[in-house]
């Protein structure tokens, strides 16, 4: 009887042996993950981990636009990415339409927006806004073959303009001066399709996404000279609200226009 619990004495301390191995095993395991966490964490310290919903438009190309694929790309969507990937945050797009995007930011619903938005002292009053981040002057366009050579040529005619944009501002500050009245349409491919069918003589728009929708087959043309200076584009979020988020987006724009990553997403939408 005492040989069989002395061997079930043995056993049993054979088997905290193991035990206790395992658990050491475990923890020296632990530990090494820790190292290697912490490691990767120093390689990274600029990641905040936040996700921000960013507003923006449908279809203002080559900033915004959903392209043969299905993709949602542009040249600002390509700049929030990398800016994105260089401070270590996530984004998630909200395609609205521009007058949507600006009250989502507005009401809470988005942290922020981009959608080709010109800077103006009257949307500082609603909005902060980042460094510029692209100049565009304003240019007209009328349809090809219309004989719609100037200003002067828009007397008694309709205009076409985006709303809330840079160039429906340009036009409506001369149309007194050159009699024209300007009819309003909330995206760029509704209005550029009025001008091409003869509902409207001319539109205006700032001259980068005219000339890449030229580029791509719209029937559509730029008088020379009809070129005027525009305003900057700006990353915009609800005034007082998400300046850790404006601030990343100002670093990183600063990095990605020193690292050459800029030019290249502006050069693949222009070139």
Known sequence: MKKKLLSLSLVAVMALGVFAGCSSSGEETTEETTEETTETEGETT????EK????????FPPFEFTNAEGNFVGIDVDIVNAIAEEKGFEVEFQSLGFDAALLAVQTGQADGVIAG?????????????????????VTMAVAAGSGITSYEDLAGKTVAVKT?????????????????????????????QDVIAGNTAACFEDYPVMAY?????????????????GTQYGFAVAKGQNAELLQMFNEG??????????????????K
């Open 164 to 192: 809330a944009t840079n160039g429906a501002d340009y036009a409506k500050s001369i149309a007194d001066q050159y009699g024209f009245t300007v009819v309003e349409f909330k995206d760029s491919p509704t209005m550029y």
């Open 253 to 270: 724009l600063a990095t990605i226009i020193e690292n050459g990553t800029y030019q290249e997403i502006v050069d693949s939408y222009t």
């Open 117 to 137: 938005m010109s800077i103006t002292d009257e949307r500082k009053e609603t909005f902060d806004f980042s460094d510029p981040y692209f100049d565009a002057d």
């Open 213 to 229: 929708n030229i580029q791509q087959g719209a029937q559509l043309e730029m008088p020379e000279g009809m070129t005027a200076a």
């Open 52 to 59: 921000y919903i960013i507003a923006t438009d449908t279809a």
């Open 46 to 49: 600029e990641t905040t981990g």
